[in-house]
Structures are given as structure tokens and as C-alpha cells.
């Protein structure tokens, strides 16, 4: 066997075609029957690219709608899963977050087992075909679970249990996909199949983008069963679409090429290979007598189970190795779908009269993704190419860093974000907020009251205004209440009135007014109305102290709401009172409803969100230029690397990478090891630029595989070691006398043309 390995600056070879069945020695398939026998076919010349398309296999278009339509289920209900475990299964922020890559982690641990069904018991095919009918079934499971008027536990079953299925579906297909739509291709297509994973990442991304711009609109614009939130719609739409993506599939079956799967056990193989080479290793060094020294360890178990084998443990093994540091890329880059989202909720999103929700923000990452992909194909790999060695690898490291600094750059921003928050009182303390008419000495406990925000232990007070006395029972820890305090007209009593308010900024971008007033006031039992900007009513509630009524901007609209509010008055226009608001996302107000001449009063309890969500781009920019760099060329490059019977194997290593990297964002994020988002989002970035200094370090040390690495040869029997073979094998290994034979190597000049070395064996 003639064996050829490049260094790192190399460029990876086009790779032949090669079937081969269990126990049998590996054989290569001429691509084409007019090819020469012996050689390989000649590779495509460079075209355009509406040429290019034209000589693409059919059946990777259906893949490719497959897959456009696959992600789009998988990503649009990811996009709301956060803000579904918070609303309706009412986690706290760091338990949400630790459930969603909990999600996840299974999502990309399930593909080990994907990739053993498909090349080892039903083919890449089959498993696709099964397992996408499952898939459906998951998504039914937790539209249906999201259904507000079922039982509390059914719900929890359905959701989880759909959770689970999903999980385990998406996993099941994920690593098969991409290698079956490269399958599609011939060996002389290599430029072809290296483009057409370009174009593989544009409809993953379109999917997602046009997901995440239309569930979190379903989400949050659209109410249903009664419930404020319309999550069985939601959930439900990126079902159908993974319906169509399963007819898609079906519709692209005779343009297939399939390839059957290699009946037996290959893990078990790999690791029988593995122990034998270790076993021969320790004994040749301890208890035999020295052999020929080999090359690498596993080369001690070629003689007995052949290079083909061999060659591909060893890719698994180096990949496998140079993929550890690049678990902690996916430990920052999923985050966009939980931290990221919450940092968002506490931004303002309206960018000019158009409003964007929390969840949608993630749109950014494929629209960037889109965008920049051609850019990238056709203007700046070219030209960094003329200047400098692109290669795998050193795109990944530069994309590892990228993602590094957009960390750096998000807890920048979640400081400014930071300085708008409200605190909250401190554990067994209460906050009380004092508005009112009334004048005078005003003690609680015998302390005085201010008229601002006040900060006292919870309990039951005792309160004097004036000569009348009054029990408040604050006894809700860490609680947040309004003090309304009012005189009569002849200020000879005092009113009160005390409720409590959500200290915490409001969700989905609403605006919280508050009414105060005393509770024998006239206008108790009246109408209040809240009219838009145009004087289209919008919401009306009954008035009563403490009765709230959230403002929820549409996706577009102004700012600017009118409330009109009366005793008797059914329509806005016979109320006699009204008030100007600036409805600002997150904030709540507490007004002060007068049933008399002077104009109401609005004071805030909580500030609104000041700091736009235009300031989370430069951070979505630079880690999507990193997702580029290193998640197109690593899918690429793990199918590159894996000896033909480990393609699917490997790209499921290169997906447990994203499992292991949510299993840290478990451990970091979701256990509220760090308490302060900030101080997290540093703590990811200086974690990910320590760990690609190491990324580095090995990529240097990295030797791509090439394509004859993978060729079977035959042991000699000197190579062999007798006494590990059965009889019937050590018979077939002696020495036989044959007619000499012409053996052809083929092998790359300096040019890159093919050369044919004749050799008389």
C-alpha cells in the first residue's frame, strides 16, 4: 500500500468511492464504467455556478428541501422552548436555561446511535425514512401538551415525553443527512460536494431563519384557549413542517443512490482492534522479543485486522482527539437560544415602529448566515487563498476566537443592561412604594414613612397617619407593595390602600399600569380604556385599586397610548378623564386615578428598558463569522477525514461535540455557579480563548488523512503472527507460487496530475 499524508497546510484530495462488506477485503468501484481501469476518473474542470448546479446528482434537491424544511421544525420550536419552560411550566431563569441545553444535549448525543443504525444494520436511507416518522410523532406530543385546559400532569408527561422524542428523532437523522446527500455525489465530483455543503448550511439556515421569525410571532401575537400565549400553535406549525419534510424525502426516492449498510458490528470491531493493538504493544515491549518497530500503536493490529481497519481507527482517534477543544466553541454558540434570549428580554426592542421580540432577535444568525455565505464562496476565501493557506483547520481556530470575543462583547452589553435592572429586596425584606394624598406625620412601627421607595424586614406592621391607626401585613419575603395613602376632602380621615407589584420588569416587551386609588373612591366599579396612537381601543378593565392593565406593542405601532377612564362611560369617547402615556418595554407605572379636575399622576415602580436590542448585533455578527469558519468546514471536514466506513461514526463525534458543550453550559449556566450574567459571559470567553491556544497547538501537529491511507493490502505472512490466527487463515497465508503481476499505484505529482507507477511484484 502506497501511503500518503499532508500536513496542515495542504488542501484536503478529492476522495474515491469505495464499498467494501464486513470480513472482506476493501475494494475499489470505478465510478463509471467507460473509466480506466486503474485510474481514477478525471475531476470536473472548474465552472460557474448555474453550470456547477446543472451536474449536481437530482436527489440532493430533495435533500436539500428536506432539509430546509427539517430545521425549520427543529428550530422554531427551540426558539420558544426557554420562554415556554418560564411561562407555562413557571422555571426560574437558570432552571429554564438548564432544561433547554438539557434538550440539546440529547439532541446531539442521540446521533452516536444514528450513525451505528445507518452504517451498520439499515443504511443511512432507512434510518432517515423511519426515524423522520417519529419525528412527527414528537412534535404532535408536545403541540398537544402545550394545551393550556389540560391536566397539570398530563401536560408535563406530553411536553417532556415530547421533548424526549424529538430529541432522539432529530439525533437519529442528523448524522445521516449530510452524509447521504454527499453519498449522492461521485468521486470525480469532489468540488461539487465540497460546494454543496455551502449551500447544505444555507438551507439549514433558511429553515431557522424563516423559524424563528414566524413561532415567536405564533408565541406571542396570536392567543388561543383563552390563554395570553398561544404555545399549541407554535408548537404545532413546526410539526407540519416536518411532515412536509418527510414527503419531500419520500418524493426523492428513485433519484437516490443508496448505499446498503455493512452488516456487524463496527464499534465492536473498533474496539477489538483497539485492545489487540494495545495487548501487542505491552507484549512486544515487555515479554517478546522486539519486532520492527511500527509507526503508530494502533499499527500493531493491521496484520490481523488489516489496514483498511486500521487507517480508519486512526483518523477516528486523531479527529476524535483535535475535536475536544472545539466542545467549548458549542458551549458559547448555543447560547444564542437561552442566555442570549434572556439578556434580550431586558433590552428594548422597538427599532423605530417596528418591535422585536425576545425570541426573535435570533433571526440575526441565519439572515448573517445567508448572507455571508456566497460572500465568503465567492470573494473573500479566494482571496485569502492568494495570500495566505486556507485550510480546515485554521479556519476553525479563527472562528473559535471570533466566538471568543462575541462573549466579550455580549457581557459589555449585559453590563449596560445591568444598570436598568430593578433590584429586588433583599431575602426576608420588602419593598414598599408610598403615593398619596395625605399629609402629616406618617410612622410605620414608629419610624417614619418616606414618600419614595422604602425597604423594610417582612412582617406585620402597624401603621399611624394621623390619630388612625392601620395593620399592613407584609409578611411576603422578598415582596414588593404599593401604600396608597388619602385624605377626605375636609382632611379630617385618612384612606388606604396597599397591593402588592412585580418588582421584576414585565415579559414580551409589555408596558404595566397600575391604578391607585382609595377604596371608597367614586370611580370604583368605572371604566378604564387604553387607546392606541390612531384612537383604536385596545384594552379596557374594570377600575379598582391595584388593577393592572399590560400594554403589549404590536409588531408595528407607536409608542404613544391614550388612557380614558370614567365611572359610568361604556365607550372612551364619553369618559371624562384621560391620560398620556409613552408605553416603554418593560416599564410599570402606578397611576394615580383623580375623579376630579386635576390631571392624573403616573409614577414608576419600575424602570423601563433603556438599552436597545440593536446592541446585541456586533455580538450575533462576530460569533455567526464564527459559525461560519468552523461549523461549515468542520461538517465538511469530519465527512473529509473518516475512512468510508466511518463517515456517519465520525460526524456523530463532530455533533457530540455540541452534546458535551451544552453539558458545560448545564454545569455553568444552569446551576447559577456564577450569579452575575456578566461576569459568566467573560468567564465563557476567557475558557474559549485558553482553549483554542490548544486548538492550535494540536491542528499543528494534525496530519490529514488522504485517500489511499484507506486502501486494504493483503499481510504478508511474516507480518502476521501465527499463533492469533485460526488455521484456516494461517493455511491461506503461506507462501503460494504465482506468475508475477503488474500492480498499478497511482499517485500526485507535484502538479497535481495523476502518475502510474508500474511495479512487477
Known sequence: MTKKTRKDNDEPSARPRISFAANEPLLIVDPAPTAKRGRKSEPLPEMGLIDSLRHYPPGVFFMLGNEFCERFSFYGMRAILTLYLIHEHHFSESTATFFYHAFVCLAYFSPLFGSIAADNFFGRFRVILWVSMVYVGGHALLSVGAIPDLNAWLRSFMDFSGLVVIALATGG????????????????????????????????????????????????????????????????????????????????????????????????????????????????????????????????????????????????????????????????????????????????GRIGPITVLPDQINTVNPLIIILMVPVFEAWIYPAARKVVKVTPLRKMAFGGILAAVAFIMAGFVQLKVNDTMEPKPNFGSVFIQRYGNATGPITLNGTDLSESKSEHPSGIYSLQAGDQNFELNLTNPQGAYVLGLFSNPDKSTTSMTLFPYACEKSENGRTRVYLLLSNDSYLVGGNLFVLDNEGVLQWNITIKPGAYVDIQPPIISSPDYTIKYGKNCTRPEDCP???????????????HVIDNNDIPELHTVVRPNTVNLLWQLPQFFVITIGELLFSITGLEFSYSQAAPNMKSVLTAVWLMTTFLGNAIDMGISGSHIVSEPAAEFFVYAGLMLLVMVIFILMAMNYTYVDDSTFIERTPTPTEVDEHELPEKKRSALEPKMTAPKEEIHTSVDKTGHDIEEHNSV
Open 577 to 591: 378623564y384621560q391620560k398620556e402615556i409613552f408605553a416603554q418595554m418593560g416599564a410599570a407605572h402606578v397611576l
Open 173 to 348: 437523522i442528523k448524522p445521516c443527512v449530510s452524509a447521504f446527500a454527499a453519498d449522492q455525489f461521485n468521486e470525480n465530483q469532489q468540488n461539487l460536494r465540497t460546494q454543496f455543503f455551502s449551500f447544505f448550511y444555507f438551507a439549514i439556515n433558511a429553515g431557522s431563519l424563516v423559524a424563528i421569525m414566524l413561532t415567536p410571532i405564533l408565541r406571542g401575537r396570536v392567543q388561543c384557549f383563552g390563554s395570553e400565549y398561544c404555545f399549541p400553535l407554535a408548537f404545532g406549525v413546526p410539526g407540519v413542517l416536518m411532515l412536509i419534510a418527510f414527503v419531500i424525502f419520500l418524493m426523492g426516492w428513485r433519484f437516490y443512490k443508496i448505499t446498503p449498510a455493512e452488516k456487524g458490528n463496527l464499534l465492536w470491531k473498533v474496539c477489538k482492534c483497539i485492545g489487540y493493538a494495545v495487548k501487542r504493544k505491552f507484549s512486544t515491549g515487555c515479554c517478546r522479543k522486539q519486532e520492527k518497530p511500527v509507526e503508530h500503536w494502533l499499527d500493531y493490529a493491521a496484520p490481523k485486522y488489516g489496514d483498511q481497519l486500521v487507517a480508519g481507527v486512526k483518523s477516528l482517534f486523531a479527529v476524535s482527539m483535535l475535536f475536544i477543544p472545539v466542545v467549548f466553541f458549542w458551549a458559547l454558540y448555543d447560547q444564542q437560544g437561552s442566555t442570549w434570549v434572556l439578556q434580550a428580554r431586558r433590552m428594548d
